[in-house]
């Protein structure tokens, strides 16, 4: 627990957060190993879990018909993925696989949820973080959007 | 604003482009060639600085402002990357081994690599905006003892939209070098073991001296406003970045004022510019 205690402490995702607060989230959390192309979900599937990935990393991507998987965004160390499990209807609408081996703390869904719920501090903190990343990743998203290395005619080019 | 020296002569002669051969014609990418060209004679060779470029005349088409991509250690090569995007640079593309074409330059002003001196170097490049930076690469790996930490960020459309891919594998795999290379795509199938996202995002990880740290950023320029905000954003001060700015550049001498940016000319006051030196100019839409 101890452990555990100190692996979310000084995840970068967590900094910051109070010990109580630290020690009601160890009690949710495992530590868990993926190899490589190991899944650590899969779309469709119940999303009962967050992820905070400690070390190694991870892939994210979805299956196009006619295609096949396309890679959606890569996840470092540091990263926290699987907000999922937060909200209904608790599916995952993505896989997740590692690209080499990766080491996460995992939370339970199910244990994290009513802890969040029952004390709003705490629920604030993570939320707070969370909305961070979302931020963070909604940026990444719109400039992936923007194709913004596909010079078209007419554009200056460097 | 400084003008280029108002003497007919020399504008005339500063105009004129001077006739080279194509040497060589490396395929990058799809769209995107690197041509060798027979520099002009001169005495001590084609001399550059990092990020300085030249105006390439194709023949019976037009004249472009493009970077010189080769090694400023080797004055007997003149590189330049070009991406079939226009009509010019449509045809530069076409160009083959012993074709001709029109060369002016160098001009601008390039890259401020005494000021990298003795610090940490921060590489951020986006699509053909690794061009323009990879002479700075090679003049780091020449004197690689003046600087401290030196890494570069990369970021292409796709895994076959990456140029320098063998340059860029044979940097990060060379334990000697220490330099830190990152490669990132946009988009990717399952068979790239890759990072795929944006360039900023690889920021994330990097090691960032906030004192001791100059940065070099290169690419769309709105991917260059993410950059400099997510470099600010880890401690960077608007005095340690550097950008590479284009803008429609037909003289190349600081006279004819199509490339006005600001109170400057891009292709005699730039095209690099210190962060603080241009202000707001850089999300200003009017500019």
Request: hydrophobic share 40%.
């Amino acid at each position: 627990m101890e452990v555990l205690e100190q692996l979310l402490a000084n995840h970068p995702f967590l900094l910051g957060l109070k010990a109580k607060h630290l020690n009601l989230l160890a009690g949710c959390a495992a530590r868990q190993e993926y190899g490589r192309g190991d899944f650590l979900f899969r779309e469709g599937t119940e999303a009962d879990q967050m992820f905070l990935l400690h070390s190694g990393r991870v892939t994210l991507e979805i299956h196009q018909p006619g295609i096949g998987e396309i890679q959606l965004e890569s996840l470092l160390p540091g990263d926290v993925l699987g907000w999922s499990c937060l909200f209904p209807p608790y599916r995952w609408h993505v896989d997740a696989r590692a690209l080499e081996p990766a080491v996460v703390l995992i939370l339970a869904g199910d244990c994290l949820r009513p802890k969040l719920d029952a004390d709003p501090e705490l629920g604030y903190a993570v939320t707070k973080r969370l909305l961070n990343k979302v931020h963070e990743r909604l940026e990444h998203v719109r400039m992936q959007r923007l194709d913004l290395y596909n010079v078209r005619p007419g554009e200056r080019i460097p | 604003m400084k003008l280029a020296k108002s003497v007919p002569g020399a504008v005339t002669e500063a105009m004129v482009p001077e006739v080279v051969r194509v040497r060589q014609v490396i395929r990058e990418t799809g769209d995107t060639i690197t041509l060798n060209i027979a520099p002009p004679p001169r005495a001590g060779g084609f001399l550059f600085k990092p990020g300085q470029f030249n105006m390439l005349y194709a023949f019976g088409k037009g004249e472009v402002p493009i970077s010189i991509s080769g090694d400023p250690g080797h004055p007997s090569e003149l590189l330049h990357t070009v991406r079939a995007v226009g009509l010019v640079t449509s045809e530069l593309t076409k160009l083959q081994i012993g074709d001709r074409l029109g060369v002016r330059g160098p001009y601008g002003n390039g890259w401020p690599m005494e000021r990298a001196k003795g610090n940490d170097l921060v590489i951020v490049a986006g699509g053909l905006g690794l061009a323009p930076l990879r002479p700075v690469i090679y003049h780091v790996l020449r004197q690689r003892g003046e600087f401290r930490r030196v890494a570069l960020y990369y970021g292409a459309r796709t895994p076959q939209d990456i140029l320098f891919l063998h340059e860029l594998e044979h940097w990060r795999g060379r334990l000697d070098l220490d330099l830190s290379v990152e490669v990132t795509v946009d988009r990717a199938g399952a068979d790239w073991f890759g990072h795929v996202g944006v360039v900023t995002a690889l920021l994330a990880n990097a090691y960032l001296a906030t004192d001791g740290t100059v940065a070099f950023v290169c690419g769309p320029e709105i991917m260059m406003r993410f950059a400099v905000r997510e470099l600010e954003r880890y401690g960077l001060a608007r005095t340690q970045i550097w950008l590479s700015l284009e803008r429609n550049m037909k003289c190349g001498v600081g006279l004819c004022g199509h490339c006005q940016y600001g109170p400057t000319f891009v292709c005699h006051d730039g095209p690099v510019y210190r962060l603080d030196s241009i202000g707001d100019l850089l999300s200003r839409r009017e500019i």
